[in-house]
């Protein structure tokens, strides 16, 4: 029989966790319904999947969890349109359904044996989340040398992963600098300050290193010209893009940009190939 | 293949025979327009036309399709699971396609029936659906097929080709589909070597008529930033109003949208024909949208035809040069033009 690749397979939601203070995110943990559904379901740091919701419709999520954590699928959504509301207000136990993974994915074949430079801000750090936590497994930490992490938000409560964060910052295998916009907490013991700044005095270099940046466009225009000064080449420059997307697939036609559509040939693409395409995203 | 004789006063008993194993679609008449509708009984076919207004791209993908359904009531076992809805796909014909429409039908079959992904319903339809072309003696002063790699005779994505020779057809089969469906329907008489030659002058005669030509021999080499910065397009988009007809009528645009319909506990997943010409199509959640202007909207349609879909599958361009767009368009604008801006920026 023909696979139906709008099909969404079911999960129930396992979890659900408030991850900042205003409660737009909220990480919801899925797991299949159907075993074998589990078992043929495998992904790469950097996809997405289309979160199906009866009723309401689809949105095209980031995958947060690493695949190196099995047993379930972790998404962080930001309250935002029509499903996204919908989804804030299920409970634990319900059924959705999840169709994935899609999209491709960081180049870990390329960053292999480099240095990877990881720069997010806001609640564009979801993907980035799958990618540290990928990396640091012990089966992959070897096969990359320094991972530094940049991440920021506008302050302390708005941070995603808060208590991951802070076990990072004590390990001495990755260096992480988070920071925030500003804050009146006597106690925030890391850095205040935008995260193209923190960028320019913790990256000094680029040499065999990639960049993986995501973040809201404001952060990316000024983190941009911050890593080409220290010598960051457009291919060493690697970004996630979203769109407004339905089928995933590459088959009905909205989120192209140019002649790439970001659901399937994305939502992963390097600034040089993105100078290539038209400006209109 | 073979060339075949189909005498036209035997018209009806051939539909009638295909009838006993396929649903056929063919051109009707109705309110000054001719559609592509099922024959259910003496409906009266009429051949006397040059485009549908409405392509037969809906056979194959409607304007609306259900995907799935799925039940919200918490009571039952299967709530939220969603499943395909239960559909038929009887073998059928469509009779009287012009070869332009059935050439729109292979431009967009790359789209949904591709190495990684394969779209269940249109492929389903594709392998059920036999294709009769019907070659235009008479091509309309806005056809351009054949500067776009058709023609009024053109035979590719059909099974079977007329040539309408007056008092009788010239029956051409093109693949064994089309072998079948001439054996099932009994037609037996070869057509002679001097009836072969009458085909093939129609033929020549019919693209000679074709004056309207398009360049499109420098599109692929043209840097696609080139393209889309060229100064011109304020100018093209001026006049749209954003109707949207171009698209709806365009026998090669697929975009579509996926909407969820509930009633009461029954709910479908159903997808709408969609267009890149209305600024919902690009919206995101966030309020941000990437075509937020006319002008933006208008760039894609005409770069996504005539460049981006040539860049992405080396087919060609994604226009057959029916001139639907041409004739339909409420402000005259004419892809015609739009080709030579292109081509000769």
């Not at chain 1, 799958?130 to 506008?154: C, H, Q, W």
Request: glycine share 6%.
């Amino acid at each position: 029989m023909l696979d139906n690749p709008y099909l969404p397979l079911p999960v129930r939601i396992e979890q659900i966790t408030v991850e900042t203070e205003d409660k737009n995110l909220r990480t919801f943990k899925l797991v299949f319904l159907n075993k074998e559904d589990e078992e043929q379901f495998s992904y790469i740091p950097g996809q997405f999947c289309e979160l199906s919701i009866p009723g309401q419709g689809e949105i095209p999520i980031g995958i947060a969890s690493s695949p190196t954590e099995s047993g379930f699928l972790m998404f962080t959504i930001n309250k935002t349109g029509v499903v996204t509301r919908y989804i804030h207000n299920m409970k634990e136990g319900d059924i959705i359904g999840i169709r994935g993974p899609l999209g491709n994915w960081y180049p870990w074949e390329a960053m292999e044996g480099k240095n990877v430079v990881v720069i997010g801000g806001g609640f564009a750090f979801t993907t980035l989340r799958s990618s540290i936590v990928y990396m640091l497994n012990p089966e992959n930490r070897n096969r990359f040398k320094d991972i530094t992490v940049v991440y920021g938000a506008r302050s302390p409560g708005l941070l995603l992963y808060r208590e991951e964060l802070a076990e990072w910052e004590k390990r001495d295998d990755i260096n992480v600098h988070i920071t925030v916009d500003s804050t009146d907490d006597p106690d925030w013991q890391y850095n205040v300050g935008f995260v193209p700044t923190i960028t320019e005095q913790k990256i000094t270099t680029s040499e065999d290193s990639y960049a993986l940046v995501c973040g809201p466009p404001i952060m990316i225009k000024f983190t941009q010209p911050v890593l080409e000064k220290v010598g960051f080449t457009p291919e060493q420059i690697i970004m996630s893009l979203e769109m407004r997307m339905k089928c995933g697939i590459g088959i009905c036609g909205r989120c192209n940009i140019g002649d790439k559509y970001v659901c399937k040939d994305g939502p992963v693409f390097s600034l040089a190939q993105l100078n290539e395409l038209p400006k209109e995203y | 293949m073979s060339d075949k004789i189909i005498q036209k006063q035997d018209l009806p008993d051939f539909l009638k025979s295909l009838k006993k194993t396929y649903e056929v679609f063919a051109p009707i008449k109705e309110n000054g327009f001719h559609r592509f509708k099922p024959l259910k009984g003496e409906e009266n076919i009429d051949l006397n036309f040059t485009n549908t207004r409405l392509s037969p791209k809906s056979l194959l993908f409607p304007q609306s399709e259900r995907m799935f359904e799925f039940n919200l009531d918490e009571k039952s076992a299967d709530a939220n699971i969603v499943k395909e809805a239960p559909k038929d796909y009887p073998p059928a014909v469509i009779f009287g396609i012009r070869p332009c429409d059935a050439k729109a039908l292979r431009v967009m079959n790359v789209n949904f029936d591709n190495p990684e992904f394969r779209d269940p319903w249109w492929v389903r339809r594709m392998e059920s659906m036999t294709f009769v072309g019907l070659g235009c003696n008479e091509p309309s002063s806005t056809c351009f097929c054949t500067s776009v790699g058709s023609g009024p005779f053109n035979e590719e994505g059909l099974d079977v080709l007329l040539f309408d020779l007056g008092e009788r057809f010239l029956a051409r089969t093109l693949t064994d589909k089309g072998e079948k469906l001439l054996d099932e329907a009994g037609v037996k008489k070869d057509a002679d070597s001097a009836i072969k030659k009458k085909a093939d002058a129609l033929k020549e005669e019919s693209e000679k008529k074709i004056s309207s030509k398009v360049p499109t021999d420098k599109l692929k080499e043209k840097k696609v930033n080139d393209l889309f910065n060229a100064p011109f397009w304020d100018d093209v988009a001026f006049a749209c109003i954003n109707c949207g007809t171009c698209t709806f009528l365009c026998p090669t645009c697929w975009c579509f949208d996926i909407q969820d319909e509930i009633t009461k506990k029954q709910g479908d997943r159903i997808r709408n024909w969609d267009s890149c010409m209305f600024p919902l199509f690009t919206l995101h959640a966030s309020g941000h949208n990437p075509r937020p202007e006319k002008v933006q909207r208008v760039r894609q349609r005409f770069m996504h035809k005539l460049k981006y879909y040539g860049d992405k599958y080396n087919n060609g361009v994604a226009c057959v040069g029916c001139g639907r767009c041409v004739k339909y368009c409420p402000v005259n604008i004419d892809i015609r033009e739009v080709f030579k801006l292109m081509n000769d920026l």
